[in-house]
């Protein structure tokens, strides 16, 4: 685990923002924002936390602190900063467990000891074809869209529901808390990466279509002096 400093500045009774620091020059080298978004995910799925934001500053969470105290948080903190592998590889292999979710929120459907029904069983129950959005050739967006409101439910459905009965579904499931909770912030962090990636691309072509249109705008412009131009040359007496 790295040997990242960490900063909790109270912003509010149960709200801080969190900074950090590396301590040698590798800190260059690293995207802040994949950082922020890393962290504000792998925070956000804590239990006792509200809301976790990755923000220019940081990232501004929102807590209960009768749940989850700020050494928790920085703990996350430098978990989400030690993963070795990359979004992109996490995500895929998020994607592969897919199926097993799926199956894992139908099974809880069978389940008499388990109430209220956790909402990502209901509309897996209710499906009448396969998960058609996980299969190859669907855009990765909306894979994880698809996946992303059942870990959301399962997640809360692990901490709410009796422990013994959570622990045998996971373990049939070949799954466990940790894996569940890693999956959903890796799913959170998929979704805060294609928005900011949608956010950057939308900036850069309004950008540049204001650069093209200026351009236009200038060659007009010095089309029409070139012309009056002409036609005061045309205009001279003899």
């Not at 430098?78 to 592969?96: F, G, H, P, S, V």
């Not at 089309?223 to 003899?238: A, H, K, M, S, V």
Request: zero cysteines; charged letters at 25%; hydrophobic letters at 40%.
């Amino acid at each position: 685990m790295p040997a990242v400093r960490v900063w909790s500045e109270e912003l509010a009774p149960g709200e801080v923002l969190l900074t950090w620091q590396w301590p040698d020059a590798s800190a260059a080298e690293r995207d802040h924002a994949a950082d922020r978004r890393a962290i504000a995910a792998t925070i956000g799925v804590r239990p006792g936390v509200i809301a976790a934001e990755a923000t220019e500053d940081g990232v501004r969470v929102t807590f209960d602190p009768a749940q989850i105290g700020k050494p928790e948080l920085a703990a996350a903190l430098r978990i989400a900063l030690a993963q070795e592998n990359d979004l992109r590889t996490r995500m895929a292999e998020t994607l592969k467990r897919a199926p097993t979710y799926l199956n894992l929120a139908r099974t809880l459907t069978l389940d008499e000891r388990i109430s209220p029904l956790p909402e990502a069983a209901r509309a897996a129950a209710t499906r009448r074809t396969g998960p058609t959005a996980m299969v190859p050739g669907f855009s990765l967006v909306s894979r994880i869209q698809t996946l992303l409101p059942v870990l959301r439910s399962l997640s809360a459905w692990s901490r709410t529901a009796p422990p013994g009965v959570v622990d045998e579904h996971l373990t049939h499931a070949g799954l466990t808390r940790e894996l569940l909770d890693s999956d959903l912030a890796t799913t959170q962090e998929a979704i805060a990466y294609a928005r900011d990636y949608v956010t950057q691309t939308t900036g850069r072509l309004a950008r540049r279509a204001s650069a093209l249109a200026a351009q236009a705008t200038q060659a007009s412009r010095q089309y029409i002096e070139q012309r009056n131009q002409q036609r005061t040359q045309q205009d001279e007496p003899l």
